[in-house]
Nanobody, 113 residues
Framework: QVQLVESGGGLVQPGGSLRLSCAASGSIFSGYTMAWYRQAPGKQRELVADITYDSSRTSYADSVKGRFTISRDNAKNMVYLQMNSLKPADTAMYYC??????WGQGTQVTVSS
């Protein structure tokens, strides 16, 4: 079964940290760039970060540079997003995406005091 399953979201105070995880089926993970997107209420979905199949290159949205880190474990078919120094503006549904064209269901991140 082809799927992407996110986990790790939740409620966190400003300045806190969360680590999102995405478990992927091998057929849509191996050899493909993976990405994290987010969508806040009333806004368009935006690219947060992506990582090439071999982790040789990563890229980030300007709004998260220096605070978020994307990584992957190819042996486990997992991709991660470490989020530090979280801000209320980071509140959104976070989605895992395979450049093969698949999306996960999303995990909610809420940053609030």
């Amino acid at each position: 079964q082809v799927q992407l399953v996110e986990s790790g979201g939740g409620l966190v105070q400003p300045g806190g940290s969360l680590r999102l995880s995405c478990a992927a089926s091998g057929s849509i993970f191996s050899g493909y760039t993976m990405a994290w997107y987010r969508q806040a209420p009333g806004k368009q979905r935006e690219l947060v970060a992506d990582i090439t199949y071999d982790s040789s290159r990563t890229s980030y949205a300007d709004s998260v540079k220096g605070r978020f880190t994307i990584s992957r474990d190819n042996a486990k078919n997992m991709v991660y997003l470490q989020m530090n120094s979280l801000k209320p503006a980071d509140t959104a549904m976070y989605y895992c995406h395979s450049w093969r064209g698949y999306w996960g269901q999303g995990t909610q991140v809420t940053v609030s005091s």
